[in-house]
């Protein structure tokens, strides 16, 4: 097993980003864009371990499969593991001496905010808790940022849409760009090539929407409250050696290395950072599961609009992803067919989409729509490398008769 850093309690996470390992030699590098243009791996990859690493879920990639022969991807804080073949998400283990207070947490955020001392920060205004008592952190410490947030017309979201509207009111830099410009499976055809497929591709018009508006607003710094339901919803263990929170996980590198990091932003979760963690874990020792996050909304009640902190919702997410899918039938259609032209790989054969086409789609069954993600992910990967390496001057070598 490669020997690794882990991070300890105060210090920081690595920014997200994607490496590779050579799995026999051991070797780690920054890129494998040159064996991606050389060796034109999208004629060797291993679309259906792709596939079930989808249904396994981003939570923890520890049993991840890999889809190349020889590299084998490592995102920030994961690490190599020879037994096993695979990258480990390796827990954090909170210091967690004693419980904590209010002013402890606020000191830690305070503490993360320091790190973007002379930029402008922005976060991700969804209408949601997490996303909203970051807002609310910002307000207190007397802290300026921009606010930029999808908003949808979608019955389903007409609570989000509330806190949007009050929260933008109380702020001169906002943009809020209209979900409908921008569902899931838009403008696939627009992602840039990448290294790996990634589920994430799907969203990809979403993030550049959001990047742009960034710079309109001159936002440095993006945050989101990715993982907040983690350490404000999971049971917290006692022991802190029980843990099973992975912060590394809070912060996709796909939409920080091909969205954000281009414009110059720097995007992402608060709730990933270690001191926040450990505060999170200090203050809700010993809770059961707390999905709805009653405990939060009290304790954080003076730093959130009054809605959130007295009442719950429910909001549902699954209504933009079929209508983001319905909507792009025809065009996932042919990025499928010109994947099998490209790749020569039957897992691109008509018929296994159309199996999955022919369910009702109108079901939102979740492993039906992670299989059709990953299958629409692996072809937007092709064509995007395909058109990646057409520009470099060598696609005619990569193209298989199907």
Request: include cysteine; charged fraction near 25%.
């Amino acid at each position: 097993m490669l020997e690794s850093t882990k991070p300890g309690p105060s210090e920081e996470l690595p920014h997200p980003r994607l490496r590779f390992i050579n799995r026999y030699s051991g070797e780690i590098v920054d890129s494998i864009w040159n064996v991606l243009h050389d060796d034109n791996l999208w004629r060797h990859a291993d679309f259906v371990a792709h596939e079930e690493n989808t249904l396994k879920g981003a939570g923890d990639r520890s049993a991840w499969q890999p889809i190349f022969r020889d590299w084998f991807p490592l995102d920030s804080g994961q690490v190599w593991c020879a037994h096993t073949g695979c990258a480990l998400d390796s827990v954090h283990i909170p210091d967690a001496e004693g419980d904590a207070t209010l002013e402890d947490f606020l000191g830690a955020a305070e503490g993360f905010f320091a790190r973007f001392n002379g930029k402008k920060i922005g976060v991700q205004l969804s209408g949601g808790f997490d996303s909203s008592l970051i807002i609310g952190l910002l307000r207190h410490f007397k802290i300026p940022h921009g606010l930029v947030g999808m908003e949808s017309n979608r019955y389903e979201f007409r609570t989000e849409r509330m806190i949007q509207q009050k929260l933008a009111e109380q702020n001169s830099d906002v943009v809020l760009i209209d979900e409908s410009t921008c569902h899931p499976c838009s403008r696939l055809r627009a992602v840039p090539a990448h290294q790996v497929p990634d589920l994430l591709s799907l969203d990809y018009a979403q993030d550049y929407d959001m990047a742009q508006a960034c710079k309109r607003l001159g936002i440095e710094v993006l945050l989101s409250g990715g993982g907040g339901d983690n350490l404000l919803g999971q049971e917290v263990p006692a022991d802190p050696s029980a843990s099973t929170w992975r912060p590394q996980t809070f912060t996709d590198s796909f939409p920080v290395e091909l969205a954000y990091r281009p414009e110059g932003i720097e995007f992402l979760s608060f709730f990933s950072d270690l001191g926040i963690v450990d505060a999170c874990f200090r203050l809700r020792r010993g809770q059961d599961n707390d999905y709805s996050k009653l405990w939060a909304r009290n304790f954080f009640r003076d730093f959130v609009p009054l809605e959130l902190a007295k009442y719950t919702y429910c909001a549902d997410f699954w209504g933009r992803s079929i209508d983001g899918l319905l909507s792009a039938l025809e065009p996932i259609r042919e990025l499928h067919a010109e994947a099998r032209e490209l790749s020569g790989n039957d897992y691109f054969d008509s018929a296994h989409l159309e199996r999955l086409f022919a369910e009702d789609l109108y079901r939102p069954r979740k492993e039906l729509y992670q299989r059709i993600e990953a299958r629409i992910s692996s072809a937007v990967w092709v064509v995007s490398l395909a058109e990646w390496t057409r520009s470099r001057g060598s696609l005619g070598a990569s193209t298989v008769e199907g």
